[in-house]
C-alpha cells in the first residue's frame, strides 16, 4: 500500500519561503509520476505542479510558475515542493499525489494516491 507523508508546512509572511517535503513507501517510487495539488478554504482541490519518474518532464500551474519547483530525489523516495515569493493567495493544504508509471499526476483523475496533507498559511 503507498503511503505519502508530508512535512514542511508552516505559517510565513508574504514574500518569505517554504519547502514541502513528501516521503513515499510501499511503492516503486523512481519509477512513478509524482505531484503538489492544493486545496485553499472553501475552494476545490487544484493541481499545482508535477514532474515525471525520470526528472524529464515537470509541469506547473501558471500562477505558481517561476515561484514553485519541484524536485524529486528517488535515491530517498522524496518529492519536493520548493516555494518561493509566497503570497496569501498560496495559502492552502499542500497534499502529495502519486501517479502511475504512464501517469504524471496533473489532474485528480490521474492520481493514483494521495498524501494526508500539510497546511502552508501565508500572511500580508
Known amino acids: 500500500q503507498v503511503q505519502l507523508v508530508e512535512s514542511g508546512g508552516g505559517l510565513v509572511q508574504a514574500g518569505g519561503s517554504l519547502r514541502l517535503s513528501c516521503a513515499a513507501s510501499?511503492?516503486?517510487?523512481?519509477?512513478?509520476?509524482m505531484g503538489w495539488f492544493r486545496q485553499a478554504p472553501g475552494k476545490e482541490r487544484e493541481f499545482v505542479a508535477a514532474i515525471s519518474w525520470n526528472i524529464d518532464r515537470t509541469y506547473y500551474k501558471d500562477s505558481v510558475k517561476g515561484r514553485f519547483t519541484i524536485s524529486r530525489d528517488n535515491a530517498k523516495n522524496t518529492v519536493y515542493l520548493q516555494m518561493n515569493s509566497l503570497t496569501p493567495e498560496d495559502t492552502a493544504v499542500y497534499y502529495c499525489a502519486a501517479g502511475s508509471s504512464i501517469l504524471v499526476p496533473t489532474s485528480k483523475m490521474t492520481v493514483t494516491s494521495w498524501g494526508q496533507g500539510t497546511h502552508v498559511t501565508v500572511s500580508s
Open positions: 510501499g511503492v516503486t517510487f523512481s519509477s512513478i509520476g
